[in-house]
T-cell receptor
Framework: AQKVTQAQTEISVVEKEDVTLDCVYE???????LFWYKQPPSGELVFLIR??????QNEISGRYSWNFQKSTSSFNFTITASQVVDSAVYFC???????????FGAGTRLTVKP | DSGVTQTPKHLITATGQRVTLRCSPRSGDLSVYWYQQSLDQGLQFLIQ???????AKGNILERFSAQQFPDLHSELNLSSLELGDSALYFCASSVDLRRGAGNEQFFGPGTRLTVL
């Protein structure tokens, strides 16, 4: 069965610091999909990125970057030069090929202080 | 704004009661998913409907049921409510043109249910 572990429950940084959120997953499928979602204080879940298991290229989008390493079953998320607006709970999620059950990690609460 | 709408935003009810949560997916999305977010259980997948039919089931209690109508909106029915059912209930939708394609899901704003 699939499983997602976000070991960091809470992280607090000062504005402009870089921060990395860890995500480790378990699956028996060879084809699977990984996601990151952001949940700001307002409560909605905002989609950030989707990555399939055959694409190990790292991705950068502005201040956000993602590092996917199949060898360590990790899909880590880095925010460069953090801002107060980045304060939110971030969820990593896994979806297997024939299983539409998207399994979420417990989330990491990021607080960025001015 | 994800394009997924959920009503009501807040719901307060008593134990033993029954409530219905409603979701309208993004235009063109055929799949609707329901999730429950609580402090102790985190975000849990409940059930998925695709074009009117149940496609996948997660940790959904027998007291809960859902359906998707011909216009693709969905309803989640929660009955014999208990204090522990208090949670944020999310609906999400995706295109799902091909089964198992891992389409990203777009979430609605959620319905906060409080059972007193």
């Amino acid at each position: 069965a699939q499983k997602v572990t976000q070991a960091q429950t809470e992280i607090s940084v000062v504005e402009k610091e870089d921060v990395t959120l860890d995500c480790v997953y378990e699956t028996r499928d060879t084809t699977y999909y990984l996601f990151w979602y952001k949940q700001p204080p307002s409560g909605e879940l905002v989609f950030l990125i989707r990555r399939n298991s055959f694409d190990e290229q790292n991705e950068i989008s502005g201040r956000y970057s993602w590092n996917f390493q199949k060898s360590t079953s990790s899909f880590n998320f880095t925010i460069t030069a953090s801002q107060v607006v980045d304060s939110a709970v971030y969820f990593c999620a896994l979806s297997e090929t024939y299983n539409n059950d998207m399994r979420f990690g417990a989330g990491t609460r990021l607080t960025v202080k001015p | 704004d994800s394009g997924v709408t959920q009503t009501p935003k807040h719901l307060i009810t008593a134990t033993g009661q029954r409530v219905t949560l409603r979701c309208s997916p993004r235009s063109g999305d055929l799949s609707v998913y329901w999730y429950q977010q609580s402090l102790d259980q985190g975000l849990q997948f409940l059930i998925q409907y695709y074009n009117g039919e149940e496609r996948a089931k997660g940790n959904i209690l027998e007291r809960f049921s859902a359906q998707q109508f011909p216009d693709l909106h969905s309803e989640l029915n929660l009955s014999s409510l208990e204090l522990g059912d208090s949670a944020l209930y999310f609906c999400a939708s995706s295109v799902d043109l091909r089964r198992g394609a891992g389409n990203e899901q777009f979430f609605g704003p959620g319905t906060r249910l409080t059972v007193l």
